[in-house]
């Protein structure tokens, strides 16, 4: 792309926030009766990023100018200059709020400053309910940040109004935020190098994921016909279990891409805390966020939260582990999403709560890939350029219970001593010690162990010698 396309891009982005930022400046100034009285608040460029801000979430007018005077202040700040003065009257900052920013003495507009300037006093007290809930669009999706100047005062009219930095950049013409862009949002969007077509899977996994796909498929239209919304459940729970390496978050990230879907996994590590509610507030960012977006919320070793209820709870862990599930349970029948959950136990269905169980619309396995799976699986691990020696595919993938991810790891090693070696003829004698470097991480024996083998050994084989013991799946 030139320079000067470049160029005349970023000017319809910042034409029309200046466009927007010389209404508010009107407005403003008409407090002081130093304005022209009539503004034209023409329609604003469908052509910019603000334009397209404003189409998709179907902006009013007073919800445009709330996000392009959260921008003003910070960076067209030399608008707010009357306000310094008009500060220092006790009836002016009674009615306005605001404060002066301490080294510049700059001023700095609140809720109350928007309202008052902005707003009919009939339109106030509703604009204000919209801020104080937190599934309004703005505020849901972190584009509008309320943001309290001391701890003591949280009062929402003395709250600044933030423009996220990721949506600054954007309505100045820079890349579409996601969902996640927020350090400390409990989820992060995945991508994958690799295409669903890419994914081996036995053929009952893939006739089981079907049912999956065809609710990927109408997702989006069925969010576009309204009358149907109450004969078809928002809410579609999925589970994917099977032993690591098998392919489910894999899967469900691809599955995401083929149907121009986001898939987001939730980072247990932010939800799970020692603090009373913490799980709950954190969950419900997550919920609240992609609610009715069209995306996948996957969640990894979901037997850790989505546990059993103990119908007598004595103690105080366990009441709170009570209230977590119930919590679950009842936000996941509002939620409007795709959910997949995932889990390496042998049967969900002892792990997870009743109700949670009568929630689940499907239950997909994803078993220990077997001999010719895995040949496919090496097959693919291999570029262009490179080529096993003869005989070495059909050795490895008969003999060694190794599963996707293993066969992915090793490989990738392999590939970078090759390439250092200037080697392009794999033999089993380059790959063996990368082989066992795998057996030795997971706490197998390293040895040849076709499919025919007796279970014990297959599964020590496929997951370790602990698992023998702590009935682990396969």
Same mark, same amino acid.
């Given at each position: 792309?030139?320079?000067?396309?470049?160029?005349?891009?970023?000017?319809?982005?910042?034409?029309?926030?200046?466009?927007?930022?010389?209404?508010?400046?009107?407005?403003?100034?008409?407090?002081?009766?130093?304005?022209?009285?009539?503004?034209?608040?023409?329609?604003?460029?469908?052509?910019? +990023?603000?334009? #397209? @801000?404003? =189409? !998709?979430?179907? $902006?009013?007018?007073?919800?445009?100018?709330? %996000?392009?005077?959260?921008?003003?202040?910070?960076?067209?700040?030399?608008?707010?200059?009357?306000?310094?003065?008009?500060?220092?009257?006790?009836?002016?900052?009674?009615?306005?709020?605001?404060?002066?920013?301490?080294?510049?003495?700059?001023?700095?507009?609140?809720?109350?400053?928007?309202?008052?300037?902005?707003?009919?006093?009939?339109?106030?007290?509703?604009?204000?309910?919209?801020?104080?809930?937190?599934?309004?669009?703005?505020?849901?999706?972190?584009?509008?940040?309320?943001?309290?100047?001391?701890?003591? +005062?949280?009062? #929402? @009219?003395? =709250? !600044?109004?933030? $423009?996220?930095?990721?949506?600054?950049?954007? %309505?100045?013409?820079?890349?579409?935020?996601?969902?996640?862009?927020?350090?400390?949002?409990?989820?992060?969007?995945?991508?994958?190098?690799?295409?669903?077509?890419?994914?081996?899977?036995?053929?009952?996994?893939?006739?089981?994921?079907?049912?999956?796909?065809?609710?990927?498929?109408?997702?989006?239209?069925?969010?576009?016909?309204?009358?149907?919304?109450?004969?078809?459940?928002?809410?579609?729970?999925?589970?994917?279990?099977?032993?690591?390496?098998?392919?489910?978050?894999?899967?469900?990230?691809?599955?995401?891409?083929?149907?121009?879907?986001?898939?987001?996994?939730?980072?247990?590590?932010?939800?799970?805390?020692?603090?009373?509610?913490?799980?709950?507030?954190?969950?419900?960012?997550?919920?609240?966020?992609?609610?009715?977006?069209?995306?996948?919320?996957?969640?990894?070793?979901?037997?850790?939260?989505?546990?059993?209820?103990?119908?007598?709870?004595?103690?105080?862990?366990?009441?709170?582990?009570?209230?977590?599930?119930?919590?679950?349970?009842?936000?996941?029948?509002?939620?409007?999403?795709?959910?997949?959950?995932?889990?390496?136990?042998?049967?969900?269905?002892?792990?997870?709560?009743?109700?949670?169980?009568?929630?689940?619309?499907?239950?997909?396995?994803?078993?220990?890939?077997?001999?010719?799976?895995?040949?496919?699986?090496?097959?693919?691990?291999?570029?262009?350029?490179?080529?096993?020696?003869?005989?070495?595919?059909?050795?490895?993938?008969?003999?060694?219970?190794?599963?996707?991810?293993?066969?992915?790891?090793?490989?990738?090693?392999?590939?970078?001593?090759?390439?250092?070696?200037?080697?392009?003829?794999?033999?089993?004698?380059?790959?063996?010690?990368?082989?066992?470097?795998?057996?030795?991480?997971?706490?197998?024996?390293?040895?040849?162990?076709?499919?025919?083998?007796?279970?014990?050994?297959?599964?020590?084989?496929?997951?370790?010698?602990?698992?023998?013991?702590?009935?682990?799946?396969?």
């Amino acid at each position: 792309m030139s320079e000067t396309i470049v160029k005349e891009e970023l000017g319809i982005h910042m034409n029309t926030i200046n466009s927007r930022c010389k209404i508010i400046d009107c407005l403003l100034k008409n407090v002081f009766k130093e304005g022209d009285p009539i503004v034209d608040i023409s329609s604003i460029s469908l052509e910019s +990023n603000l334009g #397209i @801000l404003s =189409k !998709k979430y179907n $902006l009013t007018i007073v919800e445009e100018l709330f %996000i392009v005077f959260a921008y003003s202040w910070q960076f067209q700040p030399q608008i707010f200059l009357p306000f310094i003065e008009g500060y220092k009257n006790l009836k002016f900052r009674a009615r306005f709020g605001g404060y002066l920013e301490k080294n510049t003495e700059l001023f700095i507009p609140t809720v109350k400053t928007f309202l008052e300037v902005f707003l009919n006093e009939d339109e106030r007290a509703p604009f204000l309910l919209k801020l104080s809930d937190k599934s309004f669009k703005l505020i849901r999706d972190g584009i509008i940040v309320l943001e309290s100047f001391s701890k003591e +005062n949280n009062n #929402i @009219l003395d =709250k !600044k109004i933030i $423009l996220s930095n990721h949506y600054i950049q954007y %309505i100045i013409g820079g890349k579409k935020p996601r969902l996640d862009h927020e350090f400390d949002f409990p989820a992060n969007l995945k991508k994958s190098k690799v295409s669903f077509d890419d994914v081996v899977l036995s053929n009952k996994t893939k006739d089981e994921l079907e049912s999956l796909e065809l609710l990927l498929k109408v997702k989006p239209s069925l969010q576009q016909k309204s009358k149907l919304k109450k004969y078809i459940s928002e809410n579609h729970i999925f589970v994917f279990t099977g032993s690591p390496g098998t392919g489910k978050s894999l899967t469900a990230t691809t599955l995401g891409t083929k149907y121009d879907m986001d898939t987001y996994t939730l980072d247990i590590s932010k939800v799970v805390s020692r603090y009373v509610g913490d799980f709950e507030k954190a969950m419900e960012k997550v919920f609240t966020r992609l609610h009715g977006q069209n995306c996948i919320l996957f969640i990894d070793e979901a037997d850790s939260i989505f546990t059993k209820r103990n119908e007598n709870a004595n103690e105080a862990k366990e009441k709170y582990s009570n209230q977590e599930m119930s919590y679950l349970l009842q936000r996941l029948e509002t939620f409007d999403g795709v959910v997949i959950l995932a889990s390496n136990v042998q049967d969900i269905r002892t792990h997870v709560d009743k109700a949670m169980m009568r929630r689940i619309n499907h239950i997909i396995d994803f078993p220990f890939p077997l001999a010719d799976e895995r040949k496919k699986i090496w097959e693919m691990a291999i570029p262009e350029g490179f080529k096993y020696s003869e005989g070495v595919i059909e050795k490895v993938a008969m003999s060694f219970q190794l599963s996707g991810a293993n066969i992915s790891s090793l490989m990738s090693e392999v590939l970078i001593k090759a390439i250092h070696d200037n080697i392009y003829v794999l033999t089993f004698e380059f790959i063996e010690p990368y082989i066992k470097k795998e057996f030795y991480k997971r706490d197998s024996t390293y040895q040849m162990c076709p499919d025919n083998s007796p279970g014990a050994i297959l599964m020590e084989q496929r997951l370790g010698r602990s698992a023998v013991h702590n009935g682990r799946r396969m």
